[in-house]
Nanobody, 122 residues
Framework: VQLVESGGGVVQPGGSLRLFCAASGSIFSINAMGWYRQAPGKQRELVATVTSGGITNYADSVKGRFTISRDNAKNTVYLQMNSLKPEDTAVYYC?????????????????WGQGTQVTVSS
């Protein structure tokens, strides 16, 4: 199983970015998918999550500015980030809680992407 993110970059304050994350491999089902971020010198923190049924959860710091969505048919999750602030600067990581086939049995586990850098600076 592999999670691959894209869409990071450098943007000015007030700008927008859209992050993408696609899960691939011997996936049977995906429960929650989400985005986390880690700024230099800080712990990784939750940004937003979405269940397979579309229930979303956001960190207070991004409510009203970020929108998480997913395409279950494509095993993909998106994060639309608007009104970006310098404090949003971090490496953003995709996470998926899923069930996959090992070749002999089905197992549940959480997987992480490699991360994509988002820098908000003038």
């Amino acid at each position: 199983v592999q999670l691959v993110e894209s869409g990071g970059g450098v943007v000015q304050p007030g700008g927008s970015l859209r992050l993408f994350c696609a899960a691939s491999g011997s996936i049977f089902s995906i429960n929650a998918m989400g985005w986390y971020r880690q700024a230099p010198g800080k712990q990784r923190e939750l940004v937003a999550t979405v269940t397979s049924g579309g229930i979303t959860n956001y960190a207070d710091s991004v409510k009203g500015r970020f929108t998480i969505s997913r395409d279950n048919a494509k095993n993909t999750v998106y994060l639309q980030m608007n009104s970006l602030k310098p404090e949003d600067t971090a490496v953003y990581y995709c996470n998926a809680d899923l069930v996959y086939y090992t070749g002999s049995v089905y197992r549940g586990a959480g997987f992480w992407g490699q991360g994509t850098q988002v820098t908000v600076s003038s």
